[in-house]
């Protein structure tokens, strides 16, 4: 959530950095770069896609920083209508390319975890990846702005362009769908899986 | 191990706080470098910051690419890093001071990366060049770098660096072709205005066009003061002394590095003047060349045309290879070597007569329906019938092998076919039939057949039933065979085949296998003659004759008749 003091700052940012000013640029950047990158690969399901989104995405806001109204929403969520019309446009053209390894390096990837609970999580976060992906567009996205971005639902309306009884039963029919393709690992609540699995192998 | 398992819930219900730690699992990546050096490079791009400086600055990489060079102290010239001494007089190199500057750090930070942008006057560049680039300006030498490698190494590693060139550009034509076809014509046309710019090209251009044009102009001239065109010795005297002239120009150009000019131009400017030169031979060649083949071609046509005066295609017509046996003669006229409806070949006999003791011979006409099977109830009358009681029509005709006559559908009174008298007439001969013999038959001889000979049928003497086919000769294809499937024209096609099913006692005994059944596929659509050729026990082989027998298909054609065809049928028996 972003309080009205940022909203001003970003306000105030945006208008140093079209005017020519890359400082207030990078610091507006550095604000959202992750927040844009996160939702924009969780719907497009690859790091490069995302990248583009991304890319395209502080572009447009460069090239006409006057689209952004301060007083109907906040930047983040202007920059995340963007990147959302961004993936739909990519969806819909028909000669799309498609990355050959849709994980990215193992930077994010703790190592301090022992490799068979590496192996289990990568898997299960594969498995949930794959679930949400197979979403409708429109139930995935009001997901993932719900659950990843923490957007309230007035905020996922405005991104959406429709009104909050649409993006609420978007939202129950995403969670049927899911609760449904992901039954089978609801008990592999972690601890609980990963141990018995070690378990069983140590006693082979 | 029963105290470690979890317990699995009773049925498949998530709850909301599960379903949210499961979506947790899933870690989106950080962004990465590359993306903050992509939005780096658009926000310069962007903002405007066109600086060259500050382009370079922000490819660290391209600095790499800079063609790193040794210099000779000896002979003042420069020469390829690999190097060590000087190839021309052998006198150690050595790295211009200019070189060896420390390259700019990489930017390491988003802020750096972006601040990597401000103009930043990078002298090692302007340094380093100064020297070669002042005498290449003055117009004193040119720079040519020679490897000590052989043509042919040289040569493939052009092709090479096209090829590469190629599969760099291909993409980008195939992402906006007429955008890419456009900057390539424009780059293209932008080399040619500047090679044209050069001083003395276009002098040496016009020199050559003016030149030309003389020479045609001349050779026209000649042409067409001779009133039957211009004489072979003098083409050749004429081409001999323009060749003379060519000769003289690029022999002035090869002496040029003596001191000759070429059209007056300083030594230095000689080489432009030749290439306009040269450029303006090319094209000039090019449109004679072309305007001689297009003529060329004009004649070739109009050859063509001449020898085919008043024809057009229409359409293209199949001549087959295998054409038909021609018949020699009529059938059963006593000529050839037979033929009948029997399958092999067989001279048929036979013939008949008749006659209502008319005056006239018997008409011309046709004959009437033959058969050998259905007996003659109504001999053949050349008079329309007058129907005094109605009656059921009854058709008159022939006992003769339909295969040797066969259907005639012409309007036509019935009479003997090679008859010249046109009026109806029956013929003197008696007994009813048409013609000067005896009998309810047609011809001179006696019977209810046709044509010289006793007894019915046609071909002579006594009845006989022919065989080999309707050719009075040859005897022609019998279409009643058995083909094989080499000599059919296409093959049998099977549209439903059921499946041979287990015996039991097959089953229990374990029996597989392959049954080879070979059947005749007939052109009415049966499948008869069926004969095991590899067969299994236990009632296998019957099951398979059986399904066999149930098989539909369409028949085999030849030459557009329908026809009997020999198959081999495999029916594989497998337990699983």
């Not at chain 1, 700052?9 to 208008?15: F, H, Q, R, T, W």
């Not at chain 2, 067969?535 to 030849?558: C, D, H, M, S, Y």
């Amino acid at each position: 959530m972003l309080l009205a003091a940022d909203r001003n700052k970003d306000e105030l940012l945006l208008a140093r950095a079209a005017a020519g000013d890359s400082a207030a640029f990078i610091q507006l950047y550095e604000n959202h770069r992750a927040a844009i990158f996160r939702f924009s690969y969780r719907l497009a399901g690859s790091v490069e896609l995302a990248e583009d989104i991304t890319h395209d995405c502080f572009l447009s806001l460069l090239r006409r920083p006057d689209g952004f109204q301060g007083r109907h929403a906040t930047l983040r969520t202007y920059l995340l209508a963007a990147a959302r019309n961004l993936w739909l446009k990519q969806l819909r053209s028909a000669g799309r390319e498609w990355a050959m390894d849709d994980l990215g390096d193992d930077e994010f990837v703790s190592f301090e975890r022992p490799p068979l609970t590496r192996l289990l999580d990568d898997e299960l976060s594969a498995k949930v990846q794959e679930a949400v992906s197979a979403l409708p567009p429109l139930q995935r996205e009001a997901l993932v702005l719900f659950e990843y971005e923490g957007l309230s639902l007035s905020d996922i309306a405005s991104i959406s362009g429709t009104d909050v009884g649409a993006v609420k039963s978007r939202l129950h029919r995403a969670r049927q769908r899911l609760r449904s393709s992901l039954s089978q690992y609801v008990n592999a609540s972690p601890e609980l899986n990963t141990s018995r699995e070690i378990v069983t192998l140590e006693q082979a | 191990m029963s105290s470690i398992e979890p317990e699995l819930p009773e049925e498949n219900f998530i709850s909301e706080d599960e379903l949210k730690g499961l979506l947790e699992r899933w870690i989106a990546p950080q962004p990465s470098k590359t993306l903050d050096q992509r939005i780096a490079n658009s926000y310069h791009t962007e903002m405007g910051s066109a600086d060259p400086a500050a382009i370079s600055a922000r490819f660290p990489q391209s600095q790499n690419e800079v063609v790193k060079m040794k210099f000779c102290s000896t002979c003042q010239e420069e020469f390829a890093d690999k190097f060590s001494f000087c190839p021309v007089d052998g006198s150690p190199l050595s790295v211009p001071a200019s070189e060896a500057q420390p390259a700019v750090p990489e930017p390491t930070t988003t802020s750096q990366l972006f601040e990597a942008g401000d103009p930043v006057p990078s002298a090692p560049e302007v340094s380093e060049v100064a020297g070669s680039t002042a005498l290449v300006a003055r117009g004193e030498y040119h720079l040519t770098m020679i490897d000590d490698e052989t043509l042919v190494g040289r040569l493939a590693k052009e092709v090479g660096y096209v090829a590469h060139e190629y599969q760099l550009t291909w993409p980008e034509f195939k992402r906006d072709p007429f955008g890419f076809t456009k900057r390539s014509l424009v780059g293209y046309g932008q080399m040619a205005s500047k090679a044209i710019g050069n001083r003395n090209v276009i002098a040496g251009l016009l020199v050559a066009l003016v030149a030309m044009a003389v020479l045609v102009g001349i050779l026209s001239l000649l042409d067409r003061a001779q009133p039957g065109g211009i004489s072979k010795a003098g083409f050749i005297t004429f081409a001999a002394i323009a060749g003379l002239i060519l000769a003289a120009v690029f022999a002035t150009w090869v002496t040029k590095s003596q001191n000759g000019a070429v059209l007056g131009a300083p030594d230095a400017e000689s080489n432009n003047a030749v290439a306009g030169m040269v450029v303006a031979f090319s094209f000039f060649l090019l449109l004679v060349g072309g305007g001689v083949f297009y003529n060329f071609w004009q004649k070739r046509l109009q050859l063509q045309q001449q020898q085919q005066p008043n024809q057009e295609m229409v359409q293209f017509l199949d001549i087959p290879t295998e054409q038909p046996t021609p018949d020699e003669g009529t059938a059963g006229f006593d000529k050839g070597k037979g033929g009948g409806s029997k399958p092999k070949q067989e001279k048929p006999g036979g013939g008949g007569g008749g006659g209502r003791q008319e005056a006239k011979p018997a008409s011309f006409g046709k004959t009437p329906q033959a058969s050998l099977t259905v007996p003659q109830i109504l001999p053949p009358d050349p008079h329309p019938p007058v129907v005094k009681n109605p009656s059921l029509p009854t058709p008159a005709t022939l006992n003769v092998d339909p295969t040797l006559m066969p259907p005639d559908d012409r309007q036509l009174n019935y009479g003997l076919r090679d008859s010249k008298n046109l009026d109806p007439s029956s013929g003197p001969g008696t007994g009813n039939g048409m013609g000067s013999g005896t009998g309810t038959g047609m011809g001179p001889g006696s019977g209810n057949g046709y044509g010289p000979g006793r007894d019915g049928n046609i071909g002579g003497g006594d009845y006989h039933e022919g065989g080999g086919g309707p050719g009075g000769g040859g005897g022609g294809t019998d279409y009643n065979k058995v083909f094989s499937s080499k000599e059919v024209s296409s093959k049998a096609r099977v549209i439903s085949k059921p499946e041979p099913q287990y015996t039991e006692e097959a089953r229990k005994n374990q029996v597989t296998g392959t049954v080879v059944l070979r059947a005749v596929f007939t052109s009415g659509g049966q499948v008869t003659g069926i004969h095991a050729v590899q067969g299994l026990p236990n009632g296998l082989t019957e099951r398979a004759i059986a399904a066999a027998r149930q098989i539909k298909f369409v028949p085999a054609t030849k030459d557009g008749h329908q026809v009997s065809m020999y198959i081999q049928l495999e029916y594989n028996f497998n337990l699983y």
